[in-house]
């Protein structure tokens, strides 16, 4: 059976790997989609025409936009590490360059807004999506606040989320008003320092 035989059947030879490069523009043009034109308007057709692979090749890998979305979320928390520099400031502007490096890449910079804001009224879909992309970097920053709690750098009587919400609140709100323009953000450092005035030990 020839190549195209398979492809159109939806089965593949025994032992053919999968292609690395359609994995990565499927997942990239989901993204780009996302980013685009939100969630609702996302299709699998679309999908399939922006990365170039055939429909037997998408449905393989993802019986549906659900999956397909739920599998391109996780991917945008694969390159975030948890840093580890012995300072609040110092691990939070790190954390903050990684997921803006990240978004120029993908171009998802304002991704996670608009996809919360596009599943309002849909519990099931916004659960999905705060499970992966918002709670994965929620839970990097908690424990940067957690350890600089333990350092006496931040009031031992903060509440953890609140004091994520505090730092990360002011950056996202950048994000947006700059139009996912990173020159406009601003240095994340500085935007933290303004906002421990609030919450440093004293």
């Known amino acids: 059976m020839s190549a195209t035989a398979h492809e159109s059947s939806g089965t593949r030879p025994p032992g053919r790997p999968r292609s690395a490069e359609a994995d990565e523009a499927i997942v990239r043009a989901a993204l780009e989609l996302l980013a685009e034109d939100g969630y609702r308007a996302l299709t699998m057709e679309r999908v399939r025409e922006r990365s170039g692979v055939g429909k037997a090749t998408l449905y393989r890998r993802y019986g549906s936009k659900d999956e397909l979305v739920r ?42 807004p608009r996809l919360l804001s596009d599943v309002t009224g849909d519990p099931d879909m916004h659960a999905l999506f705060y499970e992966h992309l918002v ?53 994340p450092a500085k935007i933290l320092v303004t906002v421990l005035e609030g919450l440093r030990a004293r």
């Open 71 to 112: 599998a391109a979320i996780v991917h945008l928390n694969a390159d975030v590490p948890l840093p580890d520099t012995g300072a609040l400031v110092s691990d939070f502007a790190a954390t903050a360059t990684t997921i803006l490096t990240g978004a120029a890449r993908t171009g998802a910079l304002t991704l996670m």
């Open 135 to 187: 709670e994965p970097r929620r839970r990097i920053v908690r424990t940067i606040v957690e350890r600089a709690q333990a350092r006496g750098e931040i009031r031992a009587d903060i509440d953890p989320e609140l004091a994520v919400d505090l730092m990360v609140g002011p950056f996202i709100y950048r994000v947006i008003i700059a139009g996912g323009d990173i020159a406009k953000i601003g240095d």
